[in-house]
């Protein structure tokens, strides 16, 4: 059965870096698209960035204007996990981030396999 | 980017009363429709994709419908576990994904 359990988080200060990891079970990260969502307190929820599948050509990564340029999203394929590396973070970055599997259905696009989510606060 | 909007963003209703929630998105967008629903302290959960499809393992008494930009998702009678916040959401085919603002939904 497919399985997200993410690791990483924590407190650190305005402008630092800070990785997050999720670990997959009971399917190959290669073989699907990879998101990462959040939720600052008392917030909805937000999409943050999503790695592809590998494909032909690489796998191709988008993100959300909020973080494009200070976070990168990346796949261990050895290891079965995705990554979230957070650099030059800001207080607006708190939040509750979570992984989560894409699941392909012709031209739609859901989340169909959650982690269990890991709080980043950043404060001085 | 897609706009979406979500009304109403909180209702109260009793048990067994049925609850609709529209979805309202911006032309440039998918035309896909996705709903999640979101308990505190759990990772959300998927409940319709592709507008009207029910998740496998996911009550009857859950539906969505709607085409264009304009969609609706029901409960036809609300149990206690109910109790959530609902996002709709979507992506451009620029692949830009976008949740709406939610629905907060209590017991009265």
């Known amino acids: 059965q497919a399985h997200l359990v993410q690791s990483g988080g924590g407190v650190v200060q305005p402008g630092r870096s800070l990785r997050l990891s999720c670990a997959a079970s009971?399917?190959?990260?290669?073989?699907?698209?990879m998101h990462w969502v959040r939720q600052a307190p008392g917030k909805g929820l937000e999409w943050v960035a999503v790695?592809?599948?590998?494909?032909?050509?690489?796998?191709?990564?988008y993100y959300a204007d909020s973080v494009k340029g200070r976070f990168t999203v990346s796949r261990d394929d050895s290891k079965n996990t995705l990554d979230l590396q957070m650099n030059s973070l800001r207080a607006e970055d708190t939040a509750l981030y979570y992984c989560?599997?894409?699941?392909?259905?012709?031209?739609?696009?859901?989340?169909?396999?959650w982690g269990q989510g890991t709080m980043v606060t950043v404060s001085s | 980017d897609i706009q979406m909007t979500q009304s109403p963003s909180s209702l109260s209703a009793s048990v067994g009363e049925r609850v609709t929630i529209t979805c309202q998105a911006s032309?440039?967008?998918?035309?896909?429709l996705n709903w999640y629903q979101h308990k505190p302290g759990k990772a959300p959960k998927l409940l319709i994709y592709?507008?009207?499809n029910l998740e496998s393992g996911v009550p009857s008494r859950f539906s969505g419908s709607g085409s264009g930009t304009d969609f609706t998702f029901t409960i036809s009678s609300l149990q206690p576990e109910d109790v959530a916040t609902y996002y709709c959401?979507?992506?451009?085919?620029?692949?830009?994904?976008?949740f709406g603002p939610g629905t907060k939904v209590d017991l009265k």
């Open positions: 989560a599997r894409d699941r392909k259905v012709g031209d739609n696009d859901a989340f169909d396999i």
């Open positions: 009971g399917f190959s990260l290669r073989t699907a698209a």
């Open positions: 790695m592809s599948a590998l494909l032909h050509d690489g796998s191709y990564k």
């Open positions: 032309p440039d967008s998918s035309h896909y």
């Open positions: 592709d507008v009207s």
């Open positions: 959401q979507q992506h451009d085919y620029l692949l830009r994904f976008t």
